[in-house]
């Protein structure tokens, strides 16, 4: 097993564990006894793993695990995305609405230059599925030089702002990390499947990479700015 399909089965697992988190979600909210909520927990982890496992077990034997990966993380966005349609519906009216505009504009920015400003022409692609770039790594550690990773840069800070806007919609319940991972990797998801879909770039495992950590540091810059706002206010 190489580097890329240790990867490939960790994505996986990360998948796993945001279905673990957002199922648990779900049952502990409709749980009255919220003393039982601990057992609850355990009890559905036991019954997730028994279940996630073999299904992983059975992925990491498979060929072709990158087409698997897309397809996986695809289902992934679909859920995701209901589950954020039918939230944002739901709660409407609590909803920070101008945090939710500015999100929007950003979410179409965001679009327009990795999808609508794109063309088979253009960019050459032939589309199809590209797993995790370590040769860019070692290059830029063999030459002491960013160079090489910059399009990996560019692919984190253009994430933050989703990570960042992302709590200010709903505070009270969107300013979770997993909220902002999970974000990240649907926005990238539908991203990349887009690309590949119309020929106009392939679907890069470095890039879900990059643009979800993106968003889960924004998240942390959120977080960051919240405590220091918090401390101003308690030393007033």
């Given amino acids: 097993m190489n580097n890329q399909d240790i990867l490939q089965i960790i994505m996986i697992g990360i998948l796993l564990l ?37 299904v992983v077990f059975i992925i990491s034997r498979m060929g072709n695990t990158s087409m698997i990966l897309m397809a996986i993380l695809l289902l992934f966005a679909c859920v995701v995305l209901f589950a954020a ?15 939710l505009a500015l999100l929007l504009v950003y979410l179409l920015a965001v679009a327009y230059v990795t999808i609508f400003s794109r063309d088979t022409v253009r960019t050459g692609s032939a589309g199809g599925v590209y797993m995790f770039r370590f040769d860019l790594i070692e290059q830029a550690v063999r030459t002491r030089s960013l160079e090489p990773v910059n399009h990996l840069l560019l692919n984190v800070a253009m994430f933050v702002p989703l990570g960042f806007l992302l ?45 979800t950590l993106g968003a889960v540091l924004g998240y942390l810059l959120y977080r960051v700015i919240r405590l220091i706002r918090s401390g101003e206010n308690d030393d007033e």
């Fill in 18 to 54: 945001c279905g673990y988190i957002f199922l648990f979600q779900i049952v502990a909210k409709r749980t009255e006894n919220k003393s039982a909520i601990p057992f609850v927990a355990i009890v559905l982890l036991l019954i997730y793993v028994l279940i996630a496992a073999p």
């Fill in 167 to 211: 709590p200010f919609v709903d505070p009270d319940r969107l300013a979770r990390w997993y909220f902002a991972l999970m974000a990240g990797l649907l926005f990238t998801t539908i991203i990349e499947f887009t690309q590949m879909m119309l020929r106009i770039g392939q679907a890069d495992g470095t890039d879900m990479v990059t643009n």
């Fill in 85 to 99: 349609l039918y939230g944002l519906i739901h709660n409407f009216r609590e909803i920070n609405k101008g945090a």
